[in-house]
C-alpha cells in the first residue's frame, strides 16, 4: 500500500496528498522514506489498539464486544486480506478511538483536539475519512454530551475547507495524468518508480464522476453477483450485535451512520474495505453503551464467528457457511498470523 500513501500536493491541489507531501519533503532518501513510512504506519495500528484497549477498560463489557473486535469485518478483516490492510482510513480509525477513550472521563479539550487533527490530516490525505465524521458527532453529542461549540468546529471547519478546496481546486482527467506522471518521475528519482505501475497510481486519475461510471460499470454490468455476496457479508458482519437487545436502543445511531457511508458504494468498488469501516464504527457505537448480558447459549455461537466469514477489501467475495469453510478460515488466518511474525 505504500504508493498511495506517497502521493502529494508538489505538483498541485490532488485529493489524497497532505500525507505524502509531509513524507516525501522531509526525506530525499529511499531507505529513510521508507523506513520512516514503515514506523509510522505500525506506529498508528499500535495507537488505534492503545486507544481501543482505553474506551475497553474504561465501558463494561460483555462477550459481544470481543467478538466485534475480532470479528472478520473489522480487526481480523486486516488478517484475512492483507491488501484491506495499511490503507489510510487507518487514521480515521485513530481519530475515533482517540475520541472514544474519553467515555467516562472528563472531557479534556486537549484530546478532542488531538483526535479532530488526526482526523484532519486524515480527510486531507485521503476523502474516506470524511465519512467518520457521522460517527465522531454522534460520539460527541450523544455520548460526551459536549456543550462546547468548539469542540464540533474542531471537526466540522476542516472539513468545510476539504470541500471548498476540493471543488475549487478540482482536476479534470487531463490535469490529474499529468500529476500522476510527474509524481511517478518524482518517485523514479528516488528508485521507487515501481509504485507507479498500478494501484492507487493509477485510480486518482479518476475523477468523480469517472470514478462513479466505472463503479457502476462493475457492479450493474461485470459484477452484478458480488454485490449481492457483499450484502449477505454486511449482514453477516451485523450479526452479533442483534444478540444485545440494547442494540434496538440505539438504532437509530446505527442506521444514520450505516447510511451515510451510501456515497462510497456508489463511487468506488471497494466494498469490503467500507463494510470494514462502518463495522469498526459499529464496534466503537457499541463498546461506549450500556449492554445486556448474554445468554450462555449465545455464548457458543458467538464463539465460532470470528471464523464463519471472510470479507475481502475488493472484488470477488464468497459466502460458505459450512464447517469445512470454518476449518478452511481457520487455518487460512493461522498461516496469515504466522507469515507476519
Known sequence: MTGDWLINYNFGFISRGLFGTILINLFDNQEQLLDALSFVLISIYLFIFLFLNK????????????ILIFS?????????????????????????????????????T?????????????????????????????????????????????????????FIIFFLFSNNEQELYIKRDLMCIQLENLDLSNLCGYGAFDFITLDLNAAYYISQNYIINENR????????????????LLFDKNTFKNIYAFLFIGFSFTPLFLIAIDWGRWIYIISVCFLAIYL????????????????????????EHC????????????????DYLRNNLFSIF
Request: aromatic share 16%; charged share 15%; net charge positive.
Open 55 to 66: 474506551t475497553f477498560n474504561n465501558n463494561n463489557q460483555n462477550i459481544i464486544s470481543y
Open 72 to 108: 472478520p469485518a473489522s480487526f481480523l478483516f486486516n488478517i484475512y486480506d492483507s491488501q484491506g490492510s495499511f490503507r489510510k482510513e487507518i487514521l480515521g480509525i485513530l481519530a475515533l478511538f482517540v475520541l472514544t477513550s474519553l467515555t467516562k472521563e472528563r472531557i479534556r
Open 110 to 162: 486537549g484530546v478532542i483536539f488531538l483526535s479532530a487533527l488526526i482526523y484532519t490530516i486524515g480527510i486531507f490525505s485521503h476523502s474516506v475519512n470524511l465519512f467518520f465524521l457521522t460517527t465522531i458527532l454522534y460520539i460527541l453529542l450523544k455520548v460526551l454530551y459536549s456543550k462546547k461549540i468548539i469542540h464540533y468546529l474542531f471537526f466540522l471547519i476542516p472539513t468545510l475547507l476539504n
Open 225 to 240: 453477483e458480488a454485490s449481492y455476496v457483499y450484502i449477505i457479508l454486511f449482514l453477516l458482519s451485523i450479526l452479533p
Open 288 to 311: 461506549i453503551n450500556k449492554k445486556n448480558k448474554i445468554n450462555r447459549k449465545y455464548k457458543y455461537i458467538l464463539l465460532i464467528y470470528p471464523f464463519l466469514f471472510r470479507v
Open 315 to 330: 472484488c470477488s467475495p464468497s459466502v460458505e457457511l459450512n464447517f469445512v469453510n470454518i476449518i478452511k478460515n481457520i
